[in-house]
């Protein structure tokens, strides 16, 4: 199994920054992609972003361009987003998500098969 365990979340202020950290142990799959998505109150969970294993390869919601940067450390386990510039609208619980090398299907979140169990972000206008 894999565990992926979230922190960073918070309260902030429109303008403000967060990072969000995701952690992953157990039985990792290799060359994997890790993704960000995030859920609303009363809203579908949306991809926010992606990186691939060698962290050339990334992907992002159009919402989130030019704001968030996803990166990531493979001697860690860990995958960051560096959230800058918040919105009221990006509050949301935040999770992370794992899956072997998906390629072509970062942004789809049917294709990761490892959650976290999420962090609350909530930026205050």
């Known amino acids: 199994q894999v565990q992926l365990v979230e922190s960073g979340g918070g309260l902030v202020q429109a303008g403000g920054s967060l990072r969000l950290s995701c952690t992953a142990s157990?039985?990792?799959?290799?060359?994997?992609?890790m993704g960000w998505f995030r859920q609303a109150p009363g809203k579908e969970r949306q991809f926010v972003a992606a990186?691939?294993?060698?962290?050339?390869?990334?992907d992002y919601a159009d919402s989130v361009k030019g704001r968030f940067t996803i990166s990531r450390d493979n001697a860690k386990n860990t995958v960051y987003l560096q959230m800058n510039s918040l919105k009221p609208e990006d509050t949301a619980v935040y999770y992370c998500?794992?899956?072997?090398?998906?390629?072509?299907?970062?942004?789809?979140?049917?294709?990761?098969?490892?959650w976290g169990q999420g962090t609350q972000v909530t930026v205050s206008s």
């Open positions: 998500a794992v899956n072997s090398d998906l390629s072509g299907f970062m942004s789809t979140q049917t294709r990761y098969r490892y």
């Open positions: 157990g039985r990792i799959p290799t060359l994997n992609t």
């Open positions: 990186v691939s294993w060698s962290g050339k390869t990334t």
